[in-house]
């Protein structure tokens, strides 16, 4: 069989398409909005200091004062305050108000990712 002879041009035709029909299908198409969402939360967290406020929250038994978190992470508490404003704005802490004092828990969304980040560590392991 040559490629002159036309069943073996037609068979060659084909097998290209074949080729770039199962190679080039595209990729799904992403929603808009959980893009922008999903990425304010992870950069929330893509900060040495307000991923280690998330965990010492999240290590905490109760909500925790911003002058506690403060002494911890050794940073002034205007720094803390512009920390967790961040991420509360991501969804990813809880806040309340007791006289002058702010306290500050873990929303469901942060536990899951803080367990699904041991889960992954652990799996390196």
């Known amino acids: 069989m040559s490629q002159d002879d036309p069943d073996t041009a037609s068979q060659i035709e084909q097998s290209a398409a074949t080729r770039e029909s199962s190679c080039c299908t595209g990729v799904p198409e992403v929603e808009e909005d959980d893009l922008v969402a999903d990425v304010q939360l992870l950069s929330a967290l893509g900060n040495d ?33 512009q920390a967790l404003s961040r991420l509360y704005s991501a969804g990813l802490v809880t806040r309340r108000k007791e006289g002058s004092w702010r306290y500050y828990g873990l929303t469901d969304d942060a536990e899951q990712l803080l367990d ?10």
């Open 49 to 81: 200091t307000r991923y280690e406020l998330v965990c010492r929250i999240g290590a905490a038994e109760s909500d925790v004062c911003v002058c506690d978190l403060e002494s911890a992470v050794g940073i002034s508490q205007s720094a803390v305050s």
């Open 116 to 125: 699904t980040l041991d889960a992954l560590r652990t799996n390196d392991e």
